[in-house]
């Protein structure tokens, strides 16, 4: 189990944002550009199993929700606030191993200026065939020119 979550804590989830218009002004480029600006440095950090700098890619009341299903069973565990999803990536990053992982930006879009909603594909290790890929939804707000995790949907669902 925890290489499963290790596989899907880099960057992504399984529930899509209600639909809604592009900021005014922005072209649709703009917006993939950010995502997988931000998407890519966050499989770096992964890859540097630097749970310290994971957690300061999320916002301080940020809240990461995995999802996993086993034996048919769907079940959901939450994380609230940067310092419990420091200590969680500290936990999937215990027995580090050499990977590269990959986050691929499948939609992206600004819901406002200052927001960001992200769904795409996190391969945890591009280096072996068999690694899972790991569905994730996120939303980043800018912050003092960062942008931020507000909130982070990660899927670890088996295909059958």
């Given at each position: 189990?925890?290489?499963f979550?290790?596989?899907?804590?880099?960057?992504?989830?399984?529930?899509?944002?209600?639909?809604?218009?592009?900021?005014?002004?922005?072209?649709?480029?703009?917006?993939?550009r950010?995502?997988?600006?931000?998407?890519?440095?966050?499989?770096?950090?992964?890859?540097?199993?630097?749970?310290?700098?994971?957690?300061?890619?999320?916002?301080?009341?940020?809240?990461?929700?995995?999802?996993?299903?086993?034996?048919?069973?769907?079940?959901?565990?939450?994380?609230?606030?940067?310092?419990?999803?420091?200590?969680?990536?500290?936990?999937?990053f215990?027995?580090?191993?050499?990977?590269?992982?990959?986050?691929?930006?499948?939609?992206?879009?600004?819901?406002?200026?200052?927001?960001?909603?992200?769904?795409?594909?996190?391969?945890?290790?591009?280096?072996?065939?068999?690694?899972?890929?790991?569905?994730?939804?996120?939303?980043?707000?800018?912050?003092?020119?960062?942008?931020?995790?507000?909130?982070?949907?990660?899927?670890?669902?088996?295909?059958d």
């Open positions: 189990m925890m290489r979550l290790a596989a899907t804590l880099a960057a992504g989830s399984l529930l899509l944002a209600s639909p809604a218009a592009p900021a005014a002004d922005t072209p649709p480029d703009e917006a993939r950010i995502a997988e600006k931000v998407t890519t440095a966050g499989a770096a950090l992964f890859d540097a199993h630097d749970a310290r700098a994971m957690g300061a890619t999320y916002d301080e009341k940020a809240l990461l929700t995995l999802f996993e299903k086993e034996d048919g069973v769907l079940t959901r565990q939450s994380h609230e606030g940067r310092a419990k999803i420091e200590s969680l990536y500290a936990k999937v215990e027995n580090p191993r050499t990977i590269k992982s990959r986050n691929t930006v499948d939609r992206a879009r600004l819901l406002a200026p200052d927001l960001l909603a992200i769904d795409g594909t996190f391969d945890v290790n591009t280096l072996d065939p068999n690694s899972p890929k790991v569905a994730f939804h996120q939303v980043r707000q800018r912050k003092d020119g960062k942008w931020l995790v507000l909130t982070m949907e990660i899927s670890i669902l088996a295909t």
